[in-house]
């Protein structure tokens, strides 16, 4: 019933769209225009069915109005940020707590982006407690958890807790990886670990980081969780090799790298939100649209994020803009412009260390529909995410929905932001 909801909803906003298969696991789709292998097809057919306001269609969802006509979001008190800031604030006294090491260069290292100041929006921690409200609803009466050795956590909602904290320490490893590998020197704002401390430390710290992820994982016992986020960190890790080690035309593709993002950002958030629907005692189905919802915001995500490295500035994002091409990385806006001019794959091929290619790419690009396109498809992800939600069980509860909408607006959030 649920999945007939979901494809109801689908169907409803996206006709003229078709999905592709990514190999590898059947539950990994992604939006991708219709024939989009052919160059030069617009996207227009494709969104032709979605309103239209300040160059973004708008979300639409059966039950709640998720795009806003004002500039002012939301009510304070269904701020996404704000309904779970005390959670969070405790969350974040809890990570400096679990990254404590003997070692106190390693302690300095490991919690250099968890000290108060640098610790980011916390915008996954912020999905994960919201989800858990989300998803509060009555469940059938299952076994007693078995006791397996050691201390159980039993209450709920501090395992679901325990699933944010150990999200937030697995991004920040791969954040610290990450840098290393991109040889960046700024992060958030101030200079990365790796520019500050040096590269063997800021791994060693990525590498504790994870390691304090697992014990805290193991705790909860539950071999599904640890199944779902061990498959995150190969994820991860599949994602960055796949970067570094593209062919020409699987640099080119636009399914290489939509299956790229899943597993380099979308991967830890739909598979940490299916986790908080197990611990919560869900079904399947329930525990499938939270994994929807996830990867759903994520690759919608991933892809604003592209944009905003060629439209950003230094300052407004944390890091240098043109950071992604200048390493020789295509992202969707560069994809989507070589379908209108197909001599830019010849730019593609040459690389990008000379500083003159960035300038004839950029060129292309600006003649081009590659940003608006890569936002058309940001929106459309952004739809299926807010799908999943408006295909949740119905509940009364207030807190249930005040969460639910909070989620629907963080749909909103991600493909309006600037930073």
Same mark, same amino acid.
């Given at each position: 019933?649920?999945?007939?909801?979901?494809?109801?909803?689908?169907?409803?906003?996206?006709?003229?769209?078709?999905?592709?298969?990514?190999?590898?696991? *059947?539950?990994?789709?992604?939006?991708?225009?219709?024939?989009?292998?052919?160059? @030069?097809?617009?996207?227009?057919?494709?969104?032709?069915?979605?309103?239209?306001?300040?160059?973004?269609?708008?979300? *639409?969802?059966?039950?709640?109005?998720?795009?806003?006509?004002?500039?002012?979001?939301?009510?304070?008190?269904?701020?996404?940020?704000?309904?779970?800031?005390?959670?969070?604030?405790?969350?974040?006294?809890?990570?400096?707590?679990?990254?404590?090491?003997?070692?106190?260069?390693?302690?300095?290292?490991?919690?250099?982006?968890?000290?108060?100041?640098?610790?980011?929006?916390?915008?996954?921690?912020?999905?994960?407690?919201?989800?858990?409200?989300?998803?509060?609803?009555?469940? *059938?009466?299952?076994?007693?958890?078995?006791?397996?050795?050691?201390?159980?956590?039993?209450?709920?909602?501090?395992?679901?807790?325990?699933?944010?904290?150990?999200?937030?320490?697995?991004?920040?490893?791969?954040?610290?990886?990450?840098?290393?590998?991109?040889?960046?020197?700024?992060?958030?704002?101030?200079?990365?670990?790796?520019?500050?401390?040096?590269?063997?430390?800021?791994?060693?710290? @990525?590498?504790?980081?994870?390691?304090?992820?697992?014990?805290?994982?193991?705790?909860?016992?539950?071999?599904?969780?640890?199944?779902?986020?061990?498959?995150?960190?190969? *994820?991860?890790?599949?994602?960055?090799?796949?970067?570094?080690?593209?062919?020409?035309?699987?640099?080119?593709?636009?399914?290489?790298?939509?299956?790229?993002?899943?597993?380099?950002?979308?991967?830890?958030?739909?598979?940490?939100?299916?986790?908080?629907?197990?611990?919560?005692?869900?079904?399947?189905?329930?525990?499938?649209?939270?994994?929807?919802?996830?990867?759903?915001?994520?690759?919608?995500?991933?892809?604003?994020?592209?944009?905003?490295?060629?439209?950003?500035?230094?300052?407004?994002?944390?890091?240098?803009?043109?950071?992604?091409?200048?390493?020789?990385?295509?992202?969707?806006?560069?994809?989507?412009?070589?379908?209108?001019?197909?001599?830019?794959?010849?730019?593609?091929?040459?690389?990008?260390?000379?500083?003159?290619?960035?300038?004839?790419?950029?060129?292309?690009? @600006?003649?081009?529909?590659?940003?608006?396109?890569?936002?058309?498809?940001?929106?459309?992800?952004?739809?299926?995410?807010?799908?999943?939600?408006?295909?949740?069980?119905?509940?009364?509860?207030?807190?249930?929905?005040?969460?639910?909408?909070?989620?629907?607006?963080?749909?909103?959030?991600?493909?309006?932001?600037?930073?």
């Amino acid at each position: 019933m649920l999945f007939s909801r979901v494809s109801k909803n689908l169907r409803g906003g996206f006709h003229s769209c078709r999905w592709f298969l990514s190999t590898g696991d *059947h539950n990994h789709r992604f939006l991708f225009p219709h024939k989009f292998h052919s160059r @030069g097809d617009s996207i227009r057919q494709v969104m032709r069915s979605l309103i239209f306001s300040k160059s973004l269609p708008a979300l *639409h969802s059966s039950r709640y109005l998720v795009h806003h006509q004002s500039s002012s979001i939301v009510e304070d008190e269904h701020d996404p940020f704000s309904l779970v800031a005390d959670e969070l604030s405790l969350l974040g006294n809890k990570l400096r707590a679990m990254v404590v090491a003997e070692v106190p260069k390693l302690a300095s290292a490991a919690e250099y982006f968890f000290k108060m100041g640098v610790e980011g929006k916390r915008f996954r921690p912020t999905v994960l407690l919201l989800m858990s409200t989300a998803l509060n609803l009555p469940i *059938h009466e299952g076994p007693p958890p078995i006791d397996l050795g050691g201390a159980l956590t039993s209450d709920v909602r501090t395992r679901q807790q325990r699933i944010a904290e150990i999200t937030e320490m697995i991004h920040v490893a791969s954040l610290l990886h990450d840098d290393v590998l991109d040889d960046a020197d700024t992060r958030r704002g101030i200079g990365s670990l790796n520019f500050v401390m040096g590269n063997k430390l800021a791994v060693l710290a @990525g590498d504790f980081l994870l390691s304090r992820a697992c014990v805290a994982l193991a705790s909860l016992k539950n071999t599904e969780v640890v199944s779902l986020l061990a498959k995150v960190v190969e *994820h991860l890790v599949t994602g960055e090799t796949m970067q570094m080690t593209t062919t020409s035309d699987q640099r080119c593709s636009m399914e290489y790298y939509m299956q790229k993002t899943y597993y380099k950002t979308a991967s830890l958030i739909s598979n940490s939100c299916k986790a908080i629907a197990i611990l919560a005692g869900q079904t399947a189905e329930v525990a499938m649209l939270a994994f929807e919802y996830g990867k759903n915001l994520g690759l919608a995500f991933q892809l604003i994020d592209d944009v905003l490295d060629f439209t950003g500035t230094s300052a407004s994002l944390g890091k240098g803009s043109l950071t992604d091409i200048r390493h020789g990385i295509v992202t969707a806006p560069i994809l989507f412009a070589m379908e209108e001019f197909p001599q830019l794959r010849a730019v593609v091929d040459e690389g990008f260390e000379d500083p003159a290619n960035v300038d004839l790419a950029l060129e292309y690009l @600006g003649k081009s529909r590659g940003i608006q396109r890569t936002k058309e498809l940001a929106v459309e992800h952004a739809n299926l995410a807010a799908a999943a939600i408006d295909s949740l069980p119905e509940c009364d509860d207030e807190e249930v929905r005040k969460s639910r909408k909070a989620l629907l607006d963080l749909t909103h959030r991600v493909i309006t932001r600037t930073k």
